[in-house]
């Protein structure tokens, strides 16, 4: 191990007592319509560096009668919390118009995607019943979960069970051009005026630029422009990573030589350069200078354990949330661990991964896990303004969705997924088994359904249901396999139990499962 990790880690929090084992439960086989009752045990123990083996360590005991799950090989690595909103704002904004086999499970198989010619024909819609969940309240209570929510509330309002119209949930999506105009009116002033103070010349952060990157600009915004990400970059010249405990996505970052006169040498600590300080001085400069903005009633949020954002909440004139990212820009080559990511040879074309990679990449101030607390002095990396290429030109042809181009439904599916999980975390957000679930884990798992399926017939938009079905399928695989890899980075496991427990991971599948069978209820809640 290296020396340098006992002096560089600030430990967030003292290790707790162990999540106790769920004993094993004997009794009928849920329904293929009952959402889940009932959960499993709690995942294991962060593993501290070094820890990157299966996650089967600290296994709990098979419950007797119960099929036998294969391991999962895992690597230890964390995904950047990516918020529900877009990174809405940047320079010159313009308006516009609005395989893994899933180990062996005691419930039923999850039903095959395909044409109905393929698959035989289907019962009609009109004759799916919506089944009444069953509670099973005094199990759960026993897991220590909690009251379960009332089977009515479970219940789609307003609309025939299973007969669900992905058209009409799309245009309730839609954001409205009002509406966009004046939240990035407002964001805009806030955001200029903190860019000109970090510009100035007593500022250690001068040659900071606002990136272009988020889902207004990859035209996937959903619900309201009321959350937005802005990041901050930084240029710095001859850096040299070192890698984080075999990661493949954090890493400590050092100055090749360092030059009198570089601002940021204050920040570095036995040849390190700190992101723990980086990122207090950089929130201390935000803090200090939102108190001087005319006009709009700001206030710098509470720091979130382990984010490397620093949130403001403007209160008035309308109530948004704007997430501020320091980035370092590194115009070397992409690090080793990114040399088999990014498969979109078959999809978008060799050519197009080749210009891609000559791209810089990004560092952000985020904290690898490392036990119960937090190695503070990492960088993560950063891939969103390679992401906002790939489904601004997401089609196999390169007239794809223009105006005399063959229009495809990738970006509805996608939409379709990020409300999903919108509407779930809405729908338990009294719960904590969906805290960890973000739209980047939806987003990662749709560009791998992409690379499976490059060509644009794949994606007619007259097979909007089939096509949003494949993309559930998909992320319930890697539910249920605990795999879900980095699109850049293939060995970092999004899905590892160090990052989100077994248990919740386990909730969300069922929930998805219980509105997939009943029409997608959620869609027409809240």
Known sequence: MDPR???????????????????????????????????GAAGPKAQKCGGVGAPGSGRKKRAPGSP?????????????KAP???????????????????????????????????????APLEQRTLLEPTEVSRLALGLGLGPLVPAS??????????????????????????????????????????????????????????????????????????????????????????????????????????????????FVEDEILSASKMLFKFRKIIKEEIKNIQGI???????????PAVTLLIRKPKEISVDIILALESKSSWPASTQEGMPISQWLGTKVKTNLRRQPFYLVPKPAKEGNGFQEETWRLSFSHIEKDLLKSHGHSKTCCETDGIKCCRKDCLKLMKYLLEQLKVKFRHRKELEKFCSYHVKTAFFHVCTRDPQDSQWDTRDLELCFDKCVTYFLECLKTEQLKHYFIPGFNLFSRDQIDKINKEFLSQQIEYERKNGFPVFYEF
């Open 84 to 122: 529900l909103g877009a990174e809405d704002v940047v320079e010159g904004l313009a308006v516009p118009a609005g395989k893994l086999a899933p180990p062996a499970s005691p419930g039923p198989s999850l039903p095959r995607t395909g044409s109905r010619r393929e698959r035989g024909a289907r």
């Open 5 to 39: 990790r006992g002096k560089a880690t600030r430990t967030a929090s003292k290790a707790g007592a162990a999540a106790p084992k769920a004993q094993g439960v004997k009794g009928p086989p849920t329904e293929p319509s009952e959402p889940p009752a009932t959960l």
């Open 297 to 307: 009633d700001v206030i710098l949020e509470k720091k979130k354990r382990g984010s």
């Open 153 to 266: 509330r479970l219940r789609q309002k307003g609309a025939a069970p299973g007969a669900w119209k992905p058209r009409t949930v799309l245009e309730k999506l839609k954001l409205r051009r009002q509406e966009i105009s004046e939240a990035a009116e407002i964001v805009n002033r806030v955001v200029d005026h903190l860019q000109r103070r970090l510009q100035s010349c007593e500022s250690e952060f001068q040659g900071v630029s606002r990136l272009c990157t988020g889902s207004y600009y990859e035209r996937v915004k959903i619900s309201a422009p009321n959350e937005f990400d802005i990041m901050f970059k930084l240029e710095v010249p001859r850096i040299q990573l070192e890698e984080y405990c075999n990661s493949g996505a954090y890493y400590f970052v050092k100055f090749k030589r360092n030059p009198k006169g570089n601002p940021l040498i204050q």
């Open 68 to 80: 036998e799950r294969p391991p999962v090989r895992a690597r230890n690595a964390c995904a950047k």
